[in-house]
């Protein structure tokens, strides 16, 4: 009898260790979005209180689209590329339809994304045609054992794959216009008082970014980030910033964070901002708030960098961290509480 309870006894007691063993799947519950539409001389004496309506609104219309998808069960990814295309449809931010111009009159964009599940990156640079950038981007990570394509290689890709292409004129602001006017006129002002000549580029350091950027967190833990921008006011030479850079302007990765960065892009490069966040994170144990600080606060700062980054961990937890007078950026975090801000101080 004994022997027959004992049995039971066992039976019982695996069938208990195999369910603990192998539980059912489960999801993270936590979702939480962030965005930003660049960092740079933002004041609120330049900005009329009905332009600054009009940047919040469509900050909270980007942000709430990503965030419906998620709620929805959606993925980071899909969440990140539908938050940009927002952002890169509107001809308030440096990315898409209003993108800057370059030297020669031209709108040339870049574009990077990565899935922090895989880590996965896709990312272009310099295309002309090419509506969505940050869908060409998602392209190129899903369909081609490539990570940065550019120019005309990366528009006969964009073709290939059936993506919108536009006439160049589609990307025609004229306030944007108005701006390379301003700063060809600048340059050849400070051009007669050096004798740098063909090399310098006096109007870089006073640019104003205006790169758009996106990080999310989905139901099953899993963390994307995106960046999309048109660059710098002026550039020469087919300068391409950190936008397309992963590591530079883009990284994510589940088991730290998901980061995207705008500002001076030079200076993001060098300081391989977005993975230096993480790698802090993930060597020195600091929570996503120090290590945005020490990177963007001490690092940047210290070389003569600019600009800010958004980023967000696997917590849910949300970081929007600048060192310029402003940055447009807007969030809805684990709680569903919608954050939209412009200027340095409190709003």
Known sequence: MKRIVFLIFLV????????????????NNKIAIVIHGGAGTILKEN???????????????AVRTGYKILQNGGSSLDA???????????PLFNAGKGAVF????????????????????GAIAGVTTVKNPITLARTVMEKSEH????REGAEFFAAQNGLELVDPSYFYVENRYQSLLRAKEKEKIELDHDDKA?????????????????VALDK?????????????????????????????????????CGVSATGWGEFFIRNVVAY????????KKKTLEKASQEVIQKKLTQLGGTGGIIALDKKGTIVMEFNTPGMYRAAIDSNGKLTLGIYKENE
């Open 220 to 256: 099953n833990g899993n963390i994307a980030a995106g960046t999309s921008t048109g660059g710098m006011t002026n550039k020469k030479w087919g300068r391409i910033g950190d936008a397309p850079i992963i590591g530079a302007g883009t990284y994510a990765n589940n088991s730290t």
């Open 47 to 61: 900005l009329t209180p009905e332009l600054e309506q009009e940047y919040k609104k469509k900050l909270e219309e």
């Open 80 to 90: 990140v590329e539908k938050t940009i295309r927002v952002l890169e449809d509107s």
């Open 198 to 214: 063909e090399f310098y580029d006096p109007t870089i350091k006073d640019s104003k970014y205006g790169t758009v950027g996106c």
């Open 102 to 121: 370059t030297n020669q009159g031209k709108n040339e964009l870049d574009a990077s994304i990565m899935d922090g599940k895989s880590l996965k990156a």
């Open 12 to 27: 019982a007691f695996s069938q208990c260790k195999s369910g603990e063993t192998n539980p059912s799947p489960t999801s």
């Open 276 to 283: 230096d966040i993480a790698a802090l994170m993930d060597y």
């Open 147 to 150: 990570v940065l394509l550019a």
